[in-house]
């Protein structure tokens, strides 16, 4: 076996049960690299804690994260529902026949032949932030349940969302009025903190401006019954995070403080279901020393499913090699000089050919990935 951690303890962060998989795995496949294990145990975990401290709530796993068939069957027999922005995640859902009251579309922006697809698989609940798209959900959708997105501070997000989407509140409570002027049926609001939120105070912050926007739209005669309190569920990359039940604990209180008890709930994770469940596995393939920089190229990138390493998310990575460490430039594979992962990254020098191991990896990686310059996307492997 090349290069693998053998004997090494179990990285900080990383379950000793998922540990011992993965380098069983590793050790008994020919598998070429890379690909990325995601281990089930890991998932049920995480699915079985999200939304448990919060009253009224329903979980809907953001297909964006990892939209592999068999990841989305697993999570759906965990009993979770689904978030879709698209045809082809919509088609997923179809072929493994999830009935489509487990479907939300909280993509404020879809085309109008998404709309019709999910309109006639029977899918009800739509989120919206523009005129046009009231209009668009109003011919393609008539009748149908939206929501509005709010526009929240996503300050302390690693992967912030809120300058493409999402109004401020007299725009909100002018689209609701629209929307019920359209025929359609204005139930709720939903805002997103951002991904990978680490500040838990934007919740709070994101809660009061629904809370106002919600008394304000009661006073219009439209009275709200959904809350979709979107993702942002944060896992551990190369730093501890607050844990959900800290943050499910806190948005409870306040949801319970500040709207009707009867409010219904919606959350939509993706990377906190997935993200800490895998385990990229791949090769060292090269090695240079340029100007002061040592460098590490790998056979994973940025084009082929570390795209989220530009946006600034750190990984965690482990090698065996038991050599001094120093410092490295981590690289992709491709010819491009944008295909570099991370910088200054403390590491005992790995051979070429060894194994090298991504950790936290199983969220919004191979989702992202392209064949840029014939690199293969990582196949995932349920373990
Ligand atoms: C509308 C919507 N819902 C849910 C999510 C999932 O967010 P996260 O992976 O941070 O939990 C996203 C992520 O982009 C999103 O755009």
């Not at 999910?118 to 523009?130: E, I, T």
Request: hydrophobic letters at 40%; glycine letters at 10%.
């Amino acid at each position: 076996m090349k290069g693998l951690p053998e004997g090494r303890g179990t990285p900080v962060g990383l379950d000793h049960s998922v540990w011992e998989k993965v380098l069983n795995f590793i050790a008994s496949s020919e598998e070429p690299t890379p690909y990325l294990l995601l281990d089930r145990e890991m998932v049920r975990r995480k699915a079985s804690v999200i939304g448990r401290g919060i009253r009224n709530s329903k979980v809907f796993y953001a297909v964006k994260a990892h939209p592999d068939r068999e990841v989305v069957r697993f999570v759906g027999e965990l009993g979770l529902n689904f978030e879709i922005a698209s045809d082809g995640e919509l088609r997923i859902l179809e072929s493994l026949g999830v009935s489509p009251e487990r479907i939300i579309s909280s993509n404020p922006v879809k085309s109008p032949g998404f709309i019709d697809q999910a309109r006639d698989y029977g899918v009800g609940y739509f989120a919206f932030d523009s005129p046009a798209e009231v209009e668009k959900l109003a011919a393609h959708a008539p009748g149908c349940n939206v929501y509005v997105r709010l526009s929240v501070p996503n300050e302390g997000s690693e992967w912030p969302l809120s300058r493409k989407f999402g109004v401020e509140p007299d725009d909100a409570l002018d689209l609701i009025v629209r929307a019920r002027r359209s025929g359609l049926n204005p139930v709720g609001v939903t805002f997103h903190v951002g991904s990978q939120c680490t500040n838990i105070y934007n919740w709070s912050m994101a809660l009061d401006k629904v809370s106002a926007l919600w008394e304000r739209a009661g006073e219009e005669g439209i009275d709200l019954s959904l809350l979709n309190i979107g993702g942002g569920y944060p896992i551990r990359y190369t730093r501890e995070v607050v844990d959900i039940q800290a943050i499910e604990e806190m948005i409870d209180g306040l949801i319970f403080r500040k709207f009707p008890e009867d409010v219904e709930i919606h959350i939509e994770p993706g990377r906190a279901v997935v993200g800490d469940a895998g385990v990229m596995v791949t090769s060292v393939i090269g090695k240079a020393r340029r100007a002061d920089e040592d460098w590490l190229y790998l056979d994973i990138g940025v084009f082929n499913g570390l795209m989220e390493s530009i946006g600034g998310i750190k990984y965690n990575y482990v090698v065996g090699s038991r050599a001094r460490t120093r410092r490295w430039t981590v690289a992709g594979p491709s010819c491009d000089s944008f295909d570099v992962i991370d910088r200054d990254v403390e590491l005992p020098e790995p051979a070429i050919g060894d194994r090298m191991l991504i950790l936290s990896s199983g969220a919004y990686t191979v989702s992202y990935a392209s064949e840029f310059n014939g690199f293969p996307i990582p196949k995932t492997i349920l373990i």
